[in-house]
């Protein structure tokens, strides 16, 4: 095995092990099957793994998750034809992320609000709660080096992000917070209440101004959490989505 190679199994292995207890968890329901294809899924879409990431070796994968191979096989052939994910052959082979995130749209975006209808509210309330609450809950924490490192890092993929990768660049460090909540149920459900909002954020338009106001937020949020200051942790995570929710209903008005 090459040093490249080694880096890139590495990288894998600690993206794996900091995402397991947001998606990654064991498979609870009679529905593996839909279950399985439902969490790989949210790993693609909400930017755990983008194009062109291989996803982690099928063992490996169908321990976390808690199913068959021959299961996980089944969920990865029926996301391949959906052209999602590919397989590769050779020394460096294996399952790679295909998919590609549709483009802003706002017909889109209305698509999608309609789709939700009542729950919109619902869905912005309760990823409120949720992550201003695991903001302050992550700043009360002592973090680890190598966890302090991981939020350091989202943000500043994030920020360094092209503009066709920055909503699941901007998923991926929403979920880092969640995660250093230190409760994997608390992470579990921020990934889906995100999920639940994934085809509305991703429609909405790439605003210059936005952009640099969500990066002060998210600096704002980091810099709180590793102060230990979960009051300012709490605070500048509310101010950013609620800046984020008044865009939306801007979009839909």
């Known amino acids: 095995m090459d040093v ?3 880096r890139e199994q590495a990288r894998e292995r600690a993206l794996m092990d900091w995402q397991a207890g947001a998606i990654f968890r064991p498979v609870r329901t009679g529905n593996a099957f839909e279950e399985t294809v439902e969490r790989l899924l949210q790993a693609i879409k909400l930017g755990v793994f983008g194009h062109g990431d291989r996803l982690p070796p099928e063992r ?3 321990g976390r998750l808690g199913v068959s191979r021959e299961t996980l096989r089944e969920a990865l052939r029926t996301l391949q034809q959906a052209d999602c994910v590919e397989p590769r052959r050779g020394r460096y082979g294996g399952t790679f992320v ?34 201003t609450g695991a903001a302050e809950a992550a700043a009360r924490r002592t973090l680890s080096a190598g966890q302090q490192t991981h939020l350091e890092d989202r943000l500043a993929e994030l920020e360094g992000a092209p503009p066709e990768q920055y909503r699941q660049l901007d998923s991926r460090f929403h979920l880092a917070v969640g995660e250093l909540a230190g409760s994997p149920t608390l992470a579990a459900r921020i990934a889906e209440a995100r999920m639940r909002l994934n085809d509305l954020l991703n429609a909405i338009p790439m605003l210059e101004r936005n952009i640099e106001h969500a990066a002060d937020q998210h600096r704002a949020i980091v810099r709180a959490i590793l102060d230990g200051d979960g009051e300012a942790a709490r605070r500048a995570t509310e101010e950013h989505l609620a800046a984020t929710a008044a865009l939306l209903r801007g979009f839909l008005t």
């Not at 889109?108 to 619902?122: I, P, Q």
């Open 4 to 6: 490249d190679e080694a």
């Open 98 to 131: 295909t998919y590609r995130m549709p483009p802003p749209d706002v017909t889109e975006l209305r698509r999608a609000a309609r789709d939700l209808g009542g729950e919109l509210e619902d869905a912005l309330t309760y990823r409120l709660v949720l992550e």
């Open 60 to 62: 490996e994968l169908a």
